[in-house]
């Protein structure tokens, strides 16, 4: 089938919606602009204003600072296709803050993501790989878990390449 090239333009933004892009882009650059041109970020990182959720990813990813965020584009239920924070807790396995019964939860999750790039705490690699900064995986060290339990129980547990 020959495809004009509009047709071309639009299969390709079809697909970029469809992994996220947007979003991904979105929240790339908003790591980008606060680590290179220190926006948004405390004089001292440790003082940064955390939403609960963002103190409970900094504490899941404290092993290794590997965070992904992604959806599951397969899923017959929209709330199960939402963009949602995955953390490698350590090389074996992964947590994902997602909730198909309760979207608030994967959203409040993505917002907490959202506030540690805004502080300057994430590093954007490629695509939907990110990391903890430096001074992030210090935090994130010093967090307690009983302080972030409630929150880290809703995340969903499963091995790093399911």
């Given at each position: 089938?020959?495809?004009?090239?509009v047709?071309?333009?639009?299969?390709?933004s079809?697909?970029?919606?469809?992994?996220?892009?947007?979003?991904?882009?979105?929240?790339a650059?908003?790591?980008n602009?606060?680590?290179?041109h220190?926006?948004?970020?405390?004089?001292?990182?440790?003082?940064?204003?955390?939403?609960p959720?963002?103190?409970?990813?900094?504490?899941?990813?404290r092993a290794?600072?590997?965070?992904?965020?992604?959806?599951?584009?397969?899923?017959f239920?929209?709330?199960?296709?939402?963009?949602?924070?995955?953390?490698?807790?350590?090389?074996?396995?992964t947590?994902?803050?997602?909730?198909?019964s309760?979207?608030?939860v994967?959203?409040?999750?993505?917002?907490?993501?959202?506030n540690l790039c805004?502080?300057?705490?994430?590093?954007?690699?490629?695509a939907?790989?990110f990391t903890?900064?430096?001074?992030?995986?210090q935090i994130?060290?010093?967090?307690?878990?009983?302080?972030?339990?409630?929150?880290l129980?809703?995340?969903?547990?499963?091995?790093?390449h399911?």
């Amino acid at each position: 089938m020959d495809l004009n090239p509009v047709d071309n333009y639009l299969h390709g933004s079809w697909e970029a919606l469809a992994e996220g892009a947007p979003m991904l882009v979105a929240l790339a650059q908003l790591c980008n602009d606060a680590w290179v041109h220190r926006r948004g970020r405390a004089a001292d990182p440790s003082k940064a204003i955390l939403l609960p959720e963002a103190r409970a990813i900094l504490f899941a990813a404290r092993a290794r600072g590997v965070v992904e965020i992604r959806a599951v584009n397969s899923a017959f239920d929209a709330a199960s296709r939402l963009l949602a924070v995955y953390v490698e807790v350590d090389e074996e396995r992964t947590i994902a803050f997602r909730d198909a019964s309760q979207p608030e939860v994967t959203l409040l999750f993505l917002e907490g993501f959202r506030n540690l790039c805004e502080s300057g705490l994430v590093l954007h690699h490629i695509a939907r790989d990110f990391t903890l900064s430096p001074q992030a995986l210090q935090i994130a060290r010093q967090i307690d878990q009983q302080e972030v339990a409630e929150l880290l129980a809703k995340a969903t547990e499963f091995g790093l390449h399911d």
